[in-house]
């Protein structure tokens, strides 16, 4: 409630330009959901390793702010229906989008892995918790950008693009698509290679509002 959106006086409001900061805020937007979507497809090939009963590294990772930020963004993915849980079904709906098929009982070695208060589904602190597991972060994001390059000629085009975001419940509009592409594809030849997904992974530019 300290935003100067919120506190400051109208005169200063008046300053802003509230089209393109509200511009700015969609690009933003659906940047976030791309790494988002990525770190899905990550979270997704780590749980896969469960399946037999295996754990996750006892190591843990250090988390910043933004990393937090879009793990919460990453579990709505998989949260389907907002109650603040995966279920099984929310799990095996998205697993199978991507590809790969799991029985009840995989998915149940899976949560059982993960579900530390034995509920049987997965809340928002066990799967960050989870996530600060994660293996070694350049193989991780080397098996994800298999992905999002669907035909594996080593790079992402924006039609692979839309098609793994929509596998995640994310129907990005052609001017959202527009922003992530503007992002990513550093050398504007129209597609993502491995080495921009990379980068795009490591950066983080939040929005200025311009006054």
């Known amino acids: 409630l300290r935003s100067p959106w919120i506190t400051g006086s109208d005169e200063k409001l008046a300053g802003y330009d509230l089209g393109a900061n509200l511009e700015e805020f969609k690009k933003f937007n659906a940047k976030r959901k791309f790494k988002a979507a990525v770190k899905g497809v990550i979270a997704t ?39 603040g849980t995966i279920s099984m079904a929310e799990l095996k709906c998205v697993m199978e989008r991507l590809g790969t098929k799991v029985s009840d009982k995989e998915l149940r070695e899976i949560i059982s892995a993960v579900d530390k208060n034995n509920d049987g589904e ?12 994660m293996p070694e972060k350049k193989n991780e994001l080397r098996e994800a950008f298999k992905t999002f390059d669907a035909d594996g000629d080593g790079c992402t085009t924006r039609s692979e693009l839309r098609r793994v975001m929509i596998k995640f419940g994310q129907h990005l509009t052609d001017q959202e698509l527009d922003a992530v592409m503007l992002e990513v594809d550093k050398n504007r030849d129209g597609v993502i290679s491995y080495e921009e997904f990379m980068e795009a992974m490591e950066t983080y530019r939040p929005p200025s509002f311009r006054g």
């Open 45 to 83: 090939n780590m749980m896969k390793t469960f399946v037999g009963g295996a754990k996750a590294t006892s190591l843990e990772r250090k988390l910043t702010e933004e990393d937090i930020a879009d793990l919460k963004e990453t579990f709505r993915m998989f949260d389907k229906d907002g109650g």
């Open 122 to 133: 997965i809340d928002m602190s066990e799967f960050i918790a989870m996530m600060k597991k």
